[in-house]
């Protein structure tokens, strides 16, 4: 006796769980906004420090550029990690989750540029939002740890979540075993970060014996 799943046509098997974060038709309006949300970011970043040259202007320009190369290997990454463990995650359907997460980022931005002219009872809500970029007014640890672990709060935990959501959904694996690998996902690609930070600023990370 066959199952009904057999007589289920080949593209009906293999259709994925995970649907579109925005339908296909709405995408490049979307992804226009998005590349928007994070030109005027990196202008903020660019008054914020005090300069206004034409090199600053065109490095604000090239961050749309930036995280877009960084969202598509975010999801390759997964893409390629899930694919020798046998499973398939869609590339594309998943790729616009983790760009469209970054909103996240984007908000925890703004947050931090309102905690030098928010009010006492507001601003001691931003830290757990925005992350330890607002924590103390920026004044603690390192620069290449503030630089690494400076936007960990709320809104990252709520980007880490919606990701790994992502994954359970389209693998059908368990919710907790996908923030897990995520979160740790995270914890590396900061560590990694601040390995990279501490090279351009000529420190090595590791024990000189």
Do not use: N
Request: proline share 6%.
């Amino acid at each position: 006796m066959t199952s009904e799943r057999e007589h289920l046509p080949q593209e009906t098997q293999s259709a994925p769980a995970l649907p579109w974060a925005v339908a296909p038709g709405w995408q490049p309006f979307w992804y226009a906004y998005l590349a928007f949300c994070w030109w005027q970011a990196g202008i903020g970043e660019v008054a914020r420090a005090g300069t206004a040259s034409a090199a600053a202007a065109a490095a604000a320009a090239l961050v749309p550029a930036g995280k877009l190369a960084g969202f598509l290997s975010e999801a390759a990454f997964y893409w390629l990690w899930w694919r020798g463990g046998g499973r398939r995650l869609p590339y594309w359907r998943f790729f616009c989750v983790v760009a469209s997460a970054s909103l996240a980022d984007v908000l925890a931005i703004r947050l931090a540029e309102m905690a030098h002219t928010a009010s006492p009872a507001l601003a001691a809500w931003l830290p757990p939002l925005a992350g330890l970029q607002v924590w103390r007014g920026g004044a603690w640890g390192s620069p290449a740890l503030r630089v690494t672990f400076g936007t960990l709060g709320i809104l990252t935990a709520l980007r880490i979540g919606v990701t790994a959501h992502a994954q359970s959904r389209a693998l059908g694996i368990q919710g907790a075993v996908a923030l897990a690998w995520t979160a740790v996902v995270w914890v590396l690609g900061r560590l990694a970060l601040l390995w990279i930070t501490d090279l351009a600023r000529g420190r090595s990370p590791l024990p000189v014996g």
